[in-house]
Each structure stands twice: as structure tokens, then as C-alpha cells.
């Protein structure tokens, strides 16, 4: 029973836990019933306590044999009906056809009460073949495990919707990516993982029951509130689109790159999902592309905006016949772009310690974004320092200013920017601490993930838990941290990741 002392009711050891499998209730063309591949001598390499909480989890569980034994996928839990689901998707602007978890088999659902759902669906990613492996050996390497570990409770940090990592389990089993690399399972959490492609792959294969399925299921499970609509469908449709956009400027606003943008990674929950080559953006460049694989640069960081919402149309297209018209789907995703930019307008003033809005402050932002790339100045570290800029002090800027090559370039431009602040009678002290919560001054750069696998792979996992303890406050100042908070050191600059994981 839960109690007004312990509103989520007390914590719970695996074997009580009660695994509900609503996926597994859908029709057997959905998914394939299966259960994971061994693995062979598996060991905990790291844990989210946070993660953990959100499903009631014992903490005295997270260190027993029984948290590595189910979370390698070694032992099933008691109730639990794994599965593998079906997906299509349009990877890199192509339909790609049937696609579907590869190497992810999905537990069950367990209890979560802090979810809207009341449930997250629990999947371990790297747990064996399946039979939508295709070519690959449906397997995941410690490499990537660590990076999708880290990056999902490092955006949970940031506070941007994301899929949740509860742990990794390693094994000392290698797989061969361009090199022979050690594997691991990584658990993630999420109330759905069902993407655009699960919707697109009922639409291409002309199954318009199941496609309906889907939908009610979404609907039922996810969205209850949109049942009463007019047209649930359109009104799911809209929703989806909306978080979509407000997703992906939040991205924006904290320089993350997803780096795979295909439908397929595309949550319905408009959460972050299937972290892959991924990239914090380092010195300010527009046209960063994180992922090594993606030399068109389809998707770079200013092109996310406009691949969400072009995801969103192969959305929309899979839903056309639901919703009843072509007119009442675009009416549905025309939501893309004014939430979007509304939203990005707020994460920018938020971002400069704007209280209020002036029809000048996108010219201010621009302004901004021009001398940054010219002098590629590093993202996180400029909008951190900012916030201890001195409205009537600017002989005290040298800690921003020095980040540009072009110094005038900022001078010039914090003329602007003090009289801006000065129209709305901004206050230091104030603007800093509301600075300060918005602009990160921890993210997971490339260098920073490096060193930690690179260390797990000696098996010393010391370098996760420190960066899990960073990640997940990152707007908080560690004196004894600093440097992880300072620019990059020069080898960063090597480091390659591309969609082999
Ligand atoms: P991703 O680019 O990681 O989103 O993967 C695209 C598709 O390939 C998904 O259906 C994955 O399940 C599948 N996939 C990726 N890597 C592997 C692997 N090592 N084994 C089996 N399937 C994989
Ligand atoms: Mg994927």
C-alpha cells in the first residue's frame, strides 16, 4: 500500500515484481516471442540509481546476482513475456523496409508510478539474434553500450525527454565490429519504445487493421486524453508532431546531435531514442555532422530541425487513411513549425537570461550564432560563462570573450546584448542563477565517454560512475570537477564515431 510518507509505495526486490506485457497482447504479426541469448560471464560495468528508482528497485538489488543475471538476459523474470518487435523506416531519406529490433528483446513492462502511463517497458539492448537481425549478430560492444548508458541519463539531466538506462552488464565475449570489440547489454526504460517506423510498417505493407491496431494501442496506452478528440487519430498525429518539435529544439538549445535521424529512432513519445553516433557540439560550426557514416550531412546539426518534421510527414503519410484526409493530416503537422520556433525562441532567451520577449531578440540570437561559428567557439562552455557577465562591467568579460578569435566580434555584439538586458532592468545576480540552470555546465562530450570506455575496457568502471554523478546534475558547479567542464583536450579532435556499435 502506498503511503502519504512514501507515495510511491515501498521498493521492490525483482522477484516481487509484477510484470505487466501489454505489447505482447497485440497480434502475433506485431513482434516475435522470443527469449535472449546467454551471456557468458556477464558483470555489472554501471548502474542509474536514478533510473532504478523510477521502477521502485530495491537499491539492495542493484549489487546481487540476480540484478546481472536478468539484466544480462541470462534468467527471464517470472511474468515477463520477452519479445522482439517489428519495425520498418526511412533511413537516410530511403525506405528501408522491414526492419525491427535486431538485438533489443523487451522484458515486459514494470510498475512505475511516477509515469503518466503508470508503466515503463524495460528492453535489453544487445541480448542476441532475433529474426529482424538481418546481416547483423544482435549484439551490442561495450563502446556504444557506455555512450547510450551515459547519454540517455545525461539528457534526463538535462531535463530533455529521453529513453531512460537502468544498467550495463559486460562480457568478456567478443564481436567483431572493424575491430574485435567486447560486448554488453545495456537496459533501457521507456513507457513505449514504438517508433514512426512501427506506424509506416503496417501503411507499406497495406495492413490497414493492423495499422489501426497500432494506433488504438498508442492511443489507449500513451495518449488516454486524446480518446475523447474529434479525431483521436489526427489528434495523436498532432501531438506526436508537436513533442517532436519541441524535442528537437531542445536538442538545439543544449547542442546535441542525434546523429541517425531515421524513423525507425524516432520515438512516438517525441522522446530521444537509439542513441548511436551522437555529438555534443564542441566549437560552434552549423554544419557539424556527429555521425562519421553521414557524409551528405543529412543529419548536421542545422538540419535537425527540418528532418523532424520531415519524419513527422512519414508519419503522417503512414496515417492519411486513419485520419480520413489529406487536408486533416497537413492541418495535423502544420503544428511542426510554430512549436518549434516558439519554443526555440524561449530556450534562446532562457539561454541569454532574457526575461521577456522583444521583436529584436532573433537578430540578437543570430548575431550570436554568426560570431560564434566564425571564431568556433566552444557551445557549452560560451553560454555557461556568459551568465557571469557584469551589466556594467565589461572590462570583466575576458573569461567569454577570450573563447573568440575574433574578440571585437564579442565586444561588439555585448553592446547589443547589455542594452538589451539593461531595457529590462536585468539584475546580475538574478540573471546568473537563472542562467546557470539552463546552460549546462556538464555534457557528455566524445573525449569524456572515450575515457571511460577506454578505462572499462581495463575493467576499471570508476570513470562511468563519476560521470553518471556529473551528468545527471550537470548545472551544478564541482570545484573538483572542473576540468571535465573545460574545452576538450587537442586529441579529441580524432575521434570518429559512426554507426558501427
Ligand atoms: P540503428 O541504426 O542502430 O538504429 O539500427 C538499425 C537497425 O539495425 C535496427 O533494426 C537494429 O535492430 C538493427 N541492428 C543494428 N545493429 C545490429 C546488430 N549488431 N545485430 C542485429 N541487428 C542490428
Ligand atoms: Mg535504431
Same mark, same amino acid.
Given at each position: 500500500m502506498n503511503s502519504p510518507e512514501n507515495p510511491l509505495g515501498a521498493p521492490l526486490l525483482l522477484n516481487e515484481f509484477e510484470w505487466k506485457n501489454s505489447f505482447a497482447s497485440l497480434p502475433g504479426g506485431f513482434y516475435t516471442k522470443l527469449t535472449p541469448t546467454p551471456l557468458p560471464n556477464p558483470y555489472l560495468v554501471g548502474v542509474s540509481r536514478r533510473a532504478a528508482e523510477l521502477i521502485r528497485l530495491?537499491?539492495?538489488?542493484?549489487?546481487?546476482d540476480t540484478f546481472v543475471s536478468i539484466f544480462s538476459g541470462n534468467v527471464m523474470p517470472s511474468g515477463s513475456e520477452p519479445l522482439a518487435a517489428v519495425y520498418s523506416g526511412h533511413q537516410f531519406g530511403v525506405w528501408a523496409g522491414q526492419l525491427g529490433d535486431g538485438r533489443a528483446i523487451l522484458l515486459g513492462e514494470a510498475l512505475a508510478p511516477s509515469e503518466p502511463s503508470g508503466t515503463l517497458e524495460l528492453q535489453l539492448k544487445g541480448a542476441g539474434k532475433t529474426p529482424y537481425s538481418r546481416m547483423g549478430d544482435g549484439r551490442a560492444v561495450l563502446r556504444s553500450s557506455i555512450r547510450e548508458f551515459l547519454c540517455s541519463e545525461a539528457m534526463a539531466g538535462l531535463g530533455i525527454p529521453t529513453s531512460r538506462a537502468l544498467c550495463i552488464v559486460g562480457s568478456d565475449m567478443r564481436v567483431l565490429r572493424e575491430m574485435p570489440e567486447t560486448s554488453a547489454v545495456v537496459t533501457r526504460m521507456a513507457p513505449s519504445f514504438v517508433r514512426f517506423g512501427s506506424f509506416e510498417h503496417w501503411f507499406y505493407n497495406d495492413k490497414p487493421a493492423e495499422l489501426k491496431q497500432l494506433a488504438d494501442y498508442v492511443l489507449e496506452k500513451?495518449?488516454?486524453?486524446?480518446?475523447?478528440?474529434?479525431n483521436p487519430y489526427q489528434a495523436l498525429l498532432r501531438e506526436i508532431t508537436l513533442r517532436t518539435a519541441e524535442l528537437v529544439a531542445q536538442w538545439q538549445a543544449v547542442g546535441f546531435m542525434h546523429g541517425v535521424l531515421n524513423t525507425d529512432n524516432m520515438s512516438v513519445l517525441g522522446q530521444t531514442l537509439d542513441y548511436g553516433p551522437f555529438g555534443f557540439m564542441e &566549437?560552434?560550426?552549423?554544419? @557539424?555532422?556527429?555521425? @562519421?557514416?553521414d557524409q551528405q550531412g543529412r543529419y548536421s546539426y542545422r538540419m535537425q530541425p527540418r528532418i523532424g518534421e520531415w519524419n513527422c510527414y512519414a508519419l503522417g503519410q503512414a496515417m492519411v487513411s486513419l485520419i480520413g484526409s489529406v487536408e486533416e493530416t497537413q492541418e495535423a503537422l502544420s503544428v511542426y513549425t510554430p512549436s518549434f520556433e516558439s519554443k526555440m525562441a524561449a530556450l534562446w532567451n532562457a539561454k541569454l537570461g532574457l526575461r521577456s520577449t522583444e521583436l529584436g531578440d532573433s537578430e540578437l540570437v543570430e548575431s550570436l550564432l554568426t560570431i560564434l561559428a566564425r571564431s568556433r567557439v566552444d557551445f557549452s562552455l560560451f553560454f555557461r560563462r556568459l551568465s557571469s557577465l557584469k551589466l556594467d562591467n565589461p572590462s570583466l568579460d575576458s573569461a567569454v570573450r577570450d573563447? %573568440?578569435?575574433?574578440r571585437s566580434s564579442f565586444d561588439t555584439w555585448a553592446i547589443n546584448y547589455r542594452q538589451r538586458l539593461q531595457r529590462e532592468s536585468s539584475v546580475d545576480a538574478e540573471r546568473k542563477v537563472a542562467m546557470d540552470k539552463v546552460n549546462p555546465n556538464y555534457v557528455l562530450r566524445n573525449y569524456l565517454a572515450q575515457v571511460a570506455i577506454e578505462k572499462a575496457q581495463e575493467k576499471d568502471f570508476s570513470e562511468i560512475e563519476k560521470l553518471l554523478k556529473l551528468l545527471e546534475n550537470? %548545472?551544478? /558547479? @564541482?570545484p573538483d570537477y572542473q576540468s571535465y567542464a573545460e574545452l576538450p583536450p /587537442?586529441? &579529441? &579532435? /580524432?575521434i570518429e564515431v559512426s554507426c558501427s556499435s
Open positions: 530495491n537499491p539492495s538489488e542493484l549489487s546481487s500513451n495518449y488516454p486524453e486524446l480518446s475523447e478528440s474529434a &566549437a560552434y560550426d552549423p554544419a @557539424h555532422i556527429c555521425n @562519421h557514416t573563447l %573568440f578569435l575574433d550537470p %548545472f551544478d /558547479d @564541482h /587537442d586529441w &579529441a &579532435a /580524432d
